[in-house]
């Protein structure tokens, strides 16, 4: 039977086994490749916490409900746990078997508990009775309520048996007597302290470490006198995440925004990680919890391996990490002066990491000072701690400017952030919107108002990511600044409509789902189709984090049978099936994965001859497209064009980190040519050469002084 639709959970699943080979590869530094571990396990963590909770949600509502790959919830959890199993024991394995002992020839040896050395032993357990002691919770579990086990956190579980001679009554006291059966206690791992302890060492060319979790397991006896320890075991609990905020709650949106976070900490388990050294105690959890073999998944090493990165700072010589890469600022943008003049020229393309996020935040700092600023409108989704952005726009307002901020409460795991923000920022006297009922506002957009002589302008930005400057610095995306009326006509109708009660205006040149980014996606699909011809056939390119719209693969599948010639890169989920014949064989989809995670949204169609570019906040999934507020924004200015091209061109030339989907749902890496091309290195070699190319610049322009 032909498959027409990936799975969308096994499909993220082999995005996470991408991550999982990076990991696993020899060639690249020791500290990368243990930080591409703990990203299969940090990446794990939220997929369980949502995409299998909802899965596991549908298998009660609706048990032989298959989607549209044609699995049922049941075939789904089954598949996926067998695909994540094999996925950990892969990266547990890579861990303990290779990254560790590599590790340790490096000078830097992770000891086991059963390898404490005596004099190691006593410094231990020293450290455990002034630093950590003091901080630990003993629960016992006999007690009516079972104690709550919060998410996400690391557990201590013991098998406790009464040392002999001795009886336990429930007050605690000690008494002598007979047996009684065994008795089982939790002890949660502080995550407010270092997870790293160095330990004495003979050897003075080997700095020897223990980690918390191992030091509470073994020294965490002292927690239970009279109780002797049978066994001991380390777990994590992943709770369901996957909640709806009541969009009726009215006035009362943010105390229902709260309510959803107090439901996600005592939610129902969706699977245990452990390390599996007590069967009895890992009995006992599977039965308190509901959780069966599939939910089950053992670390014989870490539970998680983040813990580690720690590490990171005794690499002085950065032999074990990647070359430190610089963050250039753009050689077209002013470091000493507003960009009102630049951007009455021409528009300008912002590329990070590559390029440096601080012109963003320059642009709301410089509207914030200067008095011609009537306004600053923006929305913000995910804008990180103690952020820049936040005190601009406060500072503003502060001025006495008008100052209006749509804040997305509904960002998944940063809605109490964001609440916070919120309210920081209305006591400051920032307008502020919180978002709009049913719908996520994930569109990243500002805009500037400001007098000029005898009319008023507008500035905008608009960006395929966050405005978060530390997020900048690891995520590549892009932004547009411009002051073209259009552009600035239609920000003005989106503000509206988001801020009031304004009925959909026109929008020339911005998309707007979940309005027309679908429409007009389709219907530029469709015009590629009816322009293509055998001797010029049509083209489409397009970069993104994930696919999985059902019309906009049909109407790929629908063009790529019309002689299309279709050319996808889907960093993540991607469920449409390319090359097979009479269906997709025009299609060709490759992902990267690479030091920097590929966040920006590109669509390029060739357009008969006449080609157009847009960048995105969406990508071409159901949430997006059919549930989100996003933005498409078109690349007018022919210099942008041509960079934003460059840019989109590149990753499809990508040899060394690109793999390419296979019609059986596998990925290969790509076939390396004679040179070894990749991308993110390409990328930086460019705007490198740039920003040495103006220094060069400046040093050989001097400023004659004269009288």
């Known amino acids: ?20 080979y990076q990991g696993l590869r020899k060639e690249l530094p020791l500290l990368e490749r243990l930080q591409f571990l703990s990203i ?53 394995n890579c861990l303990m078997n290779d990254v560790l002992p590599e590790l340790a020839k490096n000078g830097l040896v992770y000891i086991p508990p059963e390898k404490y050395t005596q004099s ?69 791992i502080p995550d407010g302290i270092s997870h790293i302890y160095w330990l004495p060492s003979e050897n003075k060319n080997e700095k020897q470490f ?45 105390h229902a925004m709260e309510d959803v976070l107090i439901q996600r900490k005592s939610s129902f388990p969706v699977a245990m990680i452990c390390n599996g ?16 073999d599939e939910d089950i998944y053992m670390a014989d090493g870490l539970l998680n391996p983040g813990v580690l990165m720690g590490l990171r700072s ?38 990070v990491p590559y390029e440096c996020y601080d012109p963003v935040v320059k642009m709301i700092s410089d509207a914030a000072d200067d008095d011609n600023v009537l306004a600053i409108k923006m929305t913000l989704y995910r804008t990180g701690g103690d952020s820049p952005i936040i005190k601009a726009l406060e500072a503003a307002a502060a001025r006495g400017k008008q100052v209006v901020v749509l804040v997305e409460l509904k960002a ?35 805009m500037i108002v400001r007098r000029e002589a005898d009319t008023i302008r507008r500035y905008v930005h608009l960006a395929t990511g966050n405005y978060n400057p530390k997020t900048a610095k690891l995520y590549s995306d892009i932004s547009l600044f411009t002051s073209n009326p259009g552009i600035a006509s239609d920000a003005t109708n989106f503000f509206n409509l988001v801020t009031g009660y304004s009925t959909l205006q026109k929008m020339t040149y911005l998309g707007m789902a979940p309005v027309t980014i679908k429409s007009r996606l389709l219907s530029m699909i469709q015009r590629e189709i009816e322009r293509s011809t055998p001797d010029t056939p049509g083209l489409i390119i397009a970069k993104m984090n994930s696919l999985t719209h059902e019309e ?23 469920m449409l099936v390319p090359g097979v014949p009479g269906m997709s064989e025009n299609i060709t989809v490759t992902s990267i994965v690479d030091r920097y995670l590929e966040h920006s949204r590109i669509f390029y169609f060739e357009n008969g001859g006449n080609p157009e570019l847009y960048c995105a906040s969406a990508d071409w999934m159901s949430r997006n497209l059919d549930r989100r507020i996003e933005l498409m924004f078109p690349i007018l200015d022919k210099d942008a064009f041509k960079e934003v091209k460059m840019i989109l061109d590149t990753y499809f030339e990508d040899n060394t980190n690109a793999q390419v989907l296979q019609s059986n749902g596998s990925w290969l890496p790509v076939e390396k040519g004679k040179a070894p091309f990749q991308a993110q290195a390409e990328l930086y070699k460019i705007y490198k050469k740039r920003a040495e190319k103006i220094a060069k610049k400046e040093q050989t322009e001097f400023i004659v002084r004269r009288k």
Not at 1 to 20: D, G, H, K, P, Q
Not at 51 to 77: C, F, H, I, M, W
Not at 154 to 167: D, N, Q, R, S, W
Not at 277 to 287: H, M
């Open 314 to 351: 005794m690499d002085e010589d950065g032999k074990m990490s990647f070359d430190r890469w610089e963050h250039f600022y753009p050689c077209d943008l002013p470091e000493d002066q507003p960009y009102w003049d630049t951007l009455k020229l021409h528009d300008k393309i912002l590329h």
């Open 277 to 292: 050294k007590s069967p009895e105690l890992l009995k006992f959890l599977k039965e308190k919890l509901e959780l069966s």
């Open 40 to 92: 299969v396990t940090s990446n794990f963590d939220e997929f369980f916490q949502v995409r299998v909770a909802s899965v596991k949600r549908a298998l009660y509502e609706n048990p032989d409900l298959p989607d549209v790959s044609g699995l049922t919830p049941k075939l789904q959890l089954t598949s996926i746990s067998a695909r994540a199993h094999q996925i950990i024991r892969e990266q547990q």
């Open 1 to 20: 039977m032909e498959i027409r639709y990936f799975n969308r959970e096994l499909s993220w699943l082999e995005f996470n086994a991408r991550v999982l």
């Open 412 to 446: 998944r795991f940063d809605e109490e952030r964001n609440i916070a923000w919120a309210n920081e920022l209305e006591q400051a006297g920032v307008t502020v919107i919180y978002g709009l009922v049913n719908l996520k506002v994930h569109a990243k957009i500002l």
């Open 210 to 254: 223990a980690l918390l979790g191992d030091i509470v397991s073994i020294f965490g006896t002292s927690l239970f006198p009279g109780l002797e320890v049978e066994q001991s075991m380390l777990f994590k609990v992943v709770r369901d995440a996957d909640f709806a905020v009541d969009e009726d709650a009215g006035n009362n949106f943010i």
């Open 552 to 574: 906009v693969i049909n109407a790929l599948y629908k063009a790529s049978q019309a002689g299309v010639k279709v050319m996808l890169n889907v960093r993540g989920i991607c």
């Open 120 to 188: 190691q032993s006593e410094f231990i357990s020293k450290i455990f009775k002034t630093d950590i002691y003091p901080l630990l919770t003993p629960l016992r579990t006999d007690t009516e309520a079972f104690p709550h086990i919060k998410n996400l956190a690391v557990y201590a579980a013991f098998l406790l048996t009464p040392i002999e001679g001795i009886k336990m009554e429930k007050g605690g006291e000690a008494l002598k007597g007979s047996d009684e059966v065994p008795r089982i206690a939790f002890v949660e």
